[in-house]
Nanobody
Framework: QLQASGGGLVQAGGSLRLSCAAS????????VGWFRQTPGKEREFVAS????????DYADSVKGRFTCSRDNDKNTVYLQMNSLKPEDTAVYYC????????????????WGQGTLVTVSS
C-alpha cells in the first residue's frame, strides 16, 4: 500500500513537501512516480524517481521547482515543491512500479489515495 500525505493550503511562492510511504512490501526495488489531477482533466505526470534514486524525471511545468527524492530505509519517497503557483493546485498521487520509471499512468501497479494541494494567489 502507498500513503500520500503532506498536502495543504499554501500561498503562491510557498513550499510544501509531499511524502509517499509504502507498507506491506520492500519499496527499494520500485520506481515511483508523482502525478496530479484536477477536476475534469486527466491525471498528469509530475515527477518520477528510480528505485536507486540514480535518476529522476520532471514535467517541464515543474522542472527547477520540484525535487523528488527517496529514503529506502524509511520506505518513503518525497516531493519537495517550491515556488508553488496557483496552477499547481491539484490532487497529487504517488504510484509505484517494479523497477524503472515512466511518465505513463498505465504502467504503474500501485497507487496511493491522493493528497490535495491548494495554492492561493
Amino acid at each position: 500500500q502507498l500513503q500520500a500525505s503532506g498536502g495543504g493550503l499554501v500561498q503562491a511562492g510557498g513550499s510544501l513537501r509531499l511524502s509517499c510511504a509504502a507498507s506491506g512490501r520492500p519499496f527499494s526495488s520500485y520506481g515511483v512516480g508523482w502525478f496530479r489531477q484536477t477536476p475534469g482533466k486527466e491525471r498528469e505526470f509530475v515527477a518520477s524517481i528510480t528505485w536507486s534514486a540514480g535518476s529522476t524525471d520532471y514535467a517541464d511545468s515543474v522542472k527547477g521547482r520540484f525535487t523528488c527524492s527517496r529514503d529506502n530505509d524509511k520506505n518513503t519517497v518525497y516531493l519537495q515543491m517550491n515556488s508553488l503557483k496557483p496552477e499547481d493546485t491539484a490532487v497529487y498521487y504517488c504510484a509505484a512500479r517494479k523497477f524503472g520509471m515512466t511518465r505513463m499512468t498505465a504502467t504503474y501497479d500501485y497507487w496511493g489515495q491522493g493528497t490535495l494541494v491548494t495554492v492561493s494567489s
